[in-house]
């Protein structure tokens, strides 16, 4: 055991853990996160996704050791009441169903608009791979990420 601090959602927590425990437990079961959720446990599902250092991250298989950076969470998206884009993008394409892997989804939107701010299609297809949605919502979820693309280019 040993203090690592984490800053999370902007917000600095020392905790006193495990260095190699997977950094989903700290933020599930520690910070009372439920955003992030258990999946697979493998990294293949992606419903654990959060966002560290700008890119989308599998939780479930990241050391809290090896976190440096700035990590974000589902509850970490939005500012001043106001959802973010991608967070208000799914709910007006209705972009869920049972809504278990919609975190992951909007984790793994949002990482990628951060990269790349007009996707086509099949850029969020591919982005979008690794991320598992039994219940089908495949095509709102496309459609939720143009969506999202179009808010935040207007928002500049």
Same mark, same amino acid.
């Given at each position: 055991?040993?203090?690592?601090?984490?800053?999370? *959602? /902007?917000? !600095?927590?020392?905790?006193?853990?495990?260095?190699?425990?997977?950094?989903?437990?700290?933020?599930?079961?520690?910070?009372?996160?439920? +955003?992030?959720?258990?999946?697979?446990?493998? /990294?293949?599902?992606? !419903?654990?996704?959060?966002?560290?250092?700008?890119?989308?991250?599998?939780?479930?298989?990241?050391?809290?050791?090896?976190?440096? *950076?700035?990590?974000?969470?589902?509850?970490?998206?939005?500012? +001043?009441?106001?959802?973010?884009?991608?967070?208000? !993008?799914?709910?007006?394409?209705?972009?869920?169903?049972?809504?278990?892997?919609?975190?992951?989804?909007?984790?793994?939107?949002?990482?990628?608009?951060?990269?790349?701010?007009?996707?086509?299609?099949?850029?969020?297809?591919?982005?979008?791979? /690794?991320?598992?949605?039994?219940? +089908?919502?495949?095509?709102?979820?496309?459609?939720?990420?143009?969506? !999202?693309?179009?808010?935040?280019?207007?928002? /500049?």
């Amino acid at each position: 055991m040993s203090n690592v601090t984490l800053k999370v *959602n /902007g917000k !600095a927590h020392t905790l006193d853990i495990d260095p190699s425990t997977p950094l989903l437990y700290i933020l599930r079961n520690d910070l009372e996160l439920r +955003g992030p959720r258990f999946g697979c446990g493998l /990294g293949q599902c992606g !419903a654990c996704t959060v966002i560290i250092n700008g890119v989308a991250t599998r939780s479930c298989i990241t050391p809290v050791s090896s976190v440096k *950076n700035e990590i974000t969470t589902l509850e970490g998206l939005a500012k +001043g009441g106001k959802l973010h884009p991608v967070q208000q !993008a799914f709910l007006d394409a209705g972009a869920f169903q049972c809504a278990f892997c919609t975190s992951g989804m909007v984790m793994s939107s949002v990482g990628l608009l951060q990269t790349n701010a007009s996707p086509s299609a099949a850029d969020i297809v591919q982005f979008l791979q /690794g991320n598992i949605c039994r219940c +089908g919502t495949h095509p709102r979820i496309i459609e939720a990420v143009h969506h !999202a693309a179009k808010m935040m280019q207007e928002r /500049g």
